[in-house]
């Protein structure tokens, strides 16, 4: 087998190569499991798999049989159509100017929106059947196979509509999808940002991609210059951006209402089988925990040695000096260390992964998918896409991504099709706890090394994961609930009441003093927010006015709470890791047993199930009490420096 570990390619390369340069080690192997011959001939009979599912349409019930048929070849097309689609799109991921891989990607995705409008009528004729007679189909022997699904199926009967209402919605989905293409478009295409002066006085092209870049430099003006050209730029759009996200959440409220649901809130959570009380738990503990945070403010505003911090000052790094760089082979192997806590079956797969079956496309090439990503399908082992660049963050991208392929692959192994995938609100447990476990190792290496400079960086990077992962996705979730409760409620979603509640929120998780006489610091949108006075509990936070525009930077908002489940997983690794460090003799089986369950029941059961229940508070209020120590060793160690 190639070992990625042999391979001298350096990624800190002068010039962004061609796909051909790439030495084939730190390529992916696609061609493990397709190839474009086998791909256009598997397409071709995908036509013949919908007609052949389609003939049993109107004899559901008939019998169990007939069901327990239907249910298979369903499973079989949904498989293909996977697998196809997973060819396709990585693919063409490799190089976006490649345009027989795009147009691939588009024909399989085009194909899929054609097939699901061809079958939407098997749920419906499902549900439409006389419960009794559904019911002793349950208890049939053809239908145990299927027990899982038919129960997922069955729970959408208040919520499921006629067949014909089925195709229509279907049909329409593509339509509904435009507020978050316009959106796309006009964040990524169409909006111009200007030049602005870097520190070297040098006119540099200001874009989304690089403005992170711009906010860590240790710079203040060269900060609050790419701020200002951001948002000057944002709120020239303001009303355009206002239109695309009312209409989103107008779509998102349709549907639960169209649905039978009380909102959309309850709708996003009814898949996974959630009660809204998890959702509001979650704010309200941050709500709780937020003197914590402007415990952490405190500590930012006394490192960078300012009398106030401002929005644009929240990502510049506290610890200077840990842009080491770091070859592919040694994040291999930091990485594999880390995980040995796991066990050496998990241990074994990620050797395997790694240095054997290439799971990795390492580095960036021109045309190549910026960001990292885990995929593969049921019929392939996991592929990661990443573009390393050779610096920690790198190294915790990896772990990050190797995290959700290690679940991928060990619920694929253990479970059948049909339950095979994990849901959304446990994805990033897995991939969190093994960047914690990376943490743990590098730690522990700093300290054998008495690297200081390291130590307080790796604590620094942990309290900034706290802060992106918990308090922020937790603030733009409350931003989702307040927005949709308000149009649901019969009130209008304007540019105006979108800045004024995004400002109090804003004001609220930062500790930032508002005046009370400002007209949108009192908007009616926002009264429900508390104020934050200078009598109460403040930061030294005193934010730019336009950061009530950043909701218009935000494509999480048209996913329909979606941002959320970050925290949450976030908070359930977090409990994970401490059981596992603590020695507890099933910790680890039960665990294992986690990422094997893939959506075999509820995702709430699965984590109780392994010893973390996400519905009991504690989980969350424990998450964030390690935050405020974090802090304090934080504090601790900057003044080490």
Not at 19 to 36: C, Y
Not at 237 to 261: E, M, P, W, Y
Not at 469 to 492: D, S, W
Request: net charge negative.
């Amino acid at each position: 087998a190639l070992s990625i570990a042999s391979s001298t390619a350096s990624p800190q390369m002068s010039e962004i190569p061609e796909r051909a340069l790439i030495p084939l080690a730190m390529r992916w192997d696609l061609e493990s499991f397709l190839n474009d011959e086998k791909f256009e001939a598997r397409f071709r009979l995908l036509d013949p798999m919908v007609a052949e599912l389609n003939q049993l349409k109107g004899h559901l019930h008939e019998s169990a049989e007939r069901v327990a048929k239907c249910l298979e070849l369903d499973d079989k097309l949904s498989r293909e159509l996977t697998t196809l689609h997973t060819y396709a799109s990585h693919r063409a991921d490799e190089d976006r100017r490649n345009q027989h891989y795009l147009g691939m990607s588009d024909k399989m995705s085009a194909k899929m929106s054609k097939i699901s409008a061809e079958t939407s009528w098997m749920n419906p004729e499902l549900l439409a059947m006389d419960p009794a007679i559904l019911a002793q189909y349950q208890r049939h022997e053809a239908l145990a196979p299927w027990a899982r699904v038919m129960e997922l199926i069955l729970r959408e009967r208040p919520h499921t509509l006629s067949a014909p209402e089925e195709a229509l919605l279907s049909a329409a989905s593509d339509a509904f999808s435009g507020f978050e293409k316009t959106f796309e478009l006009l964040s990524n295409a169409d909006l111009e940002y200007p030049k602005i002066e870097n520190e070297k006085g040098e006119e540099v092209q200001l874009s989304d991609g690089n403005y992170i870049l711009f906010l860590q430099n240790p710079n203040r003006e060269v900060r609050q210059r790419a701020w200002k050209a951001m948002y000057n730029t944002h709120e020239h759009f303001k009303n355009t951006f206002a239109s695309c996200l009312d209409g989103q959440i107008k779509v998102d409220c349709l549907s639960a209402r169209v649905r039978h649901h009380p909102s959309a809130l309850h709708q996003a959570l009814h898949a996974d089988n959630l009660p809204v009380s998890i959702y509001d738990s979650l704010i309200e503990a941050v709500h709780a925990a937020l003197p914590h945070f402007y415990k952490y403010v405190g500590v930012r505003q006394r490192a960078l040695k300012l009398p106030t911090l401002d929005m644009c000052d929240m990502y510049v790094p506290l610890v200077e000096g840990c842009d080491r760089k770091v070859s592919w082979e040694e994040a291999v192997e930091w990485v594999l260390e880390a995980v040995r806590p796991l066990g050496p079956e998990y241990h074994d797969i990620c050797v395997k992964g790694l240095r054997e079956h290439r799971w990795v496309d390492a580095l960036e090439n021109k045309g190549k998918k910026s960001g990292a990503y885990s995929g593969g399908c049921y019929d392939s082992h996991p592929f990661i896409l990443m573009n390393f660049v050779g610096n920690i963050e790198s190294v915790f991208t990896l772990a990050h991504e190797l995290g959700h392929s290690i679940h991928s692959f060990m619920s694929h192994r253990a479970q059948p099709h049909c339950t095979s995938d994990y849901r959304i609100f446990v994805a990033e447990v897995a991939s969190t706890l093994n960047e914690l476990l990376l943490h743990d190792f590098l730690v522990a290496k700093a300290r054998r090394e008495h690297d200081t400079r390291l130590l307080a960086f790796l604590v620094n990077s942990k309290c900034d994961d706290f802060k992106g992962t918990v308090y922020r996705q937790t603030m733009f979730g409350e931003f989702e609930k307040l927005v949709h409760a308000r149009l649901e409620a019969g009130e209008p979603l304007t540019e105006e009441s979108l800045a004024a509640i995004y400002l109090r929120l804003n004001s609220l998780y930062y500790g930032d003093v508002l005046p009370t006489d400002d007209a949108v610091v009192t908007d009616e949108a926002a009264t429900g927010i508390p104020l934050v006075t200078a009598e109460g509990p403040h930061t030294a936070v005193r934010a730019d006015r336009q950061i009530r525009y950043e909701w218009t930077r935000i494509p999480h908002f048209y996913y329909n709470f979606y941002v959320w489940k970050y925290a949450t997983s976030f908070c359930a690794s977090l409990a994970f890791h401490k059981r596992l460090m603590s020695g507890a003799p099933d910790a680890l089986p039960r665990y294992l047993g986690f990422l094997s369950a893939g959506c075999a029941k509820d995702p709430a059961d699965i984590l109780a199930d392994a010893g973390v229940d996400l519905r009991n508070p504690t989980v969350i209020t424990d998450a964030l009490s390690e935050f405020g120590g974090l802090v304090d060793e934080l504090d601790a160690a900057l003044k080490t420096l």
